[in-house]
């Protein structure tokens, strides 16, 4: 079964410094989607993505994070001047179309640590 | 805005038993999907089961059922003949129509015991 990939599982990065998060969507799905989830809380919404631009975005997904769609198979997350509150699982997910009736199949995650 | 209310932040179920998890849910929108996901300890989102808002019939996928009531806004989750391999945190999520948007409950921790 077609899965979404997401690398790395496990990223550490020092506090200030930019990270790159990975996503290989469902070869053919359209959308795509990035959340996140802070060690014990629930999943929250950042952004979803869709013919190369972004089509809704959370009030945390600021001036900090940027999404990019670099070729036809890659979708990424680029998180800027890292911060410690930004330590949390990142999962990345796809859907073929965009009725609500549509799930969305996540990834296995990134966890991020910021020290 | 649209919510989601899981109130059973833990369970523990005896091997082989049925079990419930609740999931209450708050919008003003008219049509929307409702969703069930299953994250092990390994960490991954899995997808379960969804609920249309306009389904006449609960939806059925294995021994994943859901109890939908749209008069009380419910859609929990019933898991039969539990197995060790349920143990997981499931959490409960809504999507409504003209959004992209899941919103997640935040998820009860079912332990399956043997």
Redesign the interface.
Known sequence: EPEVTQTPSHQVTQMGQEVILRCVPISNHL?F?W?RQILG?????LV?FYNNEI??K?EIFDDQFSVERPDGSNFTLKIRSTKLEDSA?Y?C?SSEE?T??Q???????T?LSIL | AQKITQTQPGMFVQEKEAVTLDCTYDTSDQSYGLFWYKQPSSGEMIFLIYQGSYDEQNATEGRYSLNFQKARKSANLVISASQLGDSAMYFCAMRAQGAQKLVFGQGTRLTINP
Request: cysteine-free; charged content about 20%; proline content about 4%.
């Open positions: 959308y989607y959340y809380q629930k999943v929250e919404f979803s089509s809704e959370s699982m999962f997910a965009w609500v009736n799930p969305q199949h996540f990834g296995d995650g966890r």
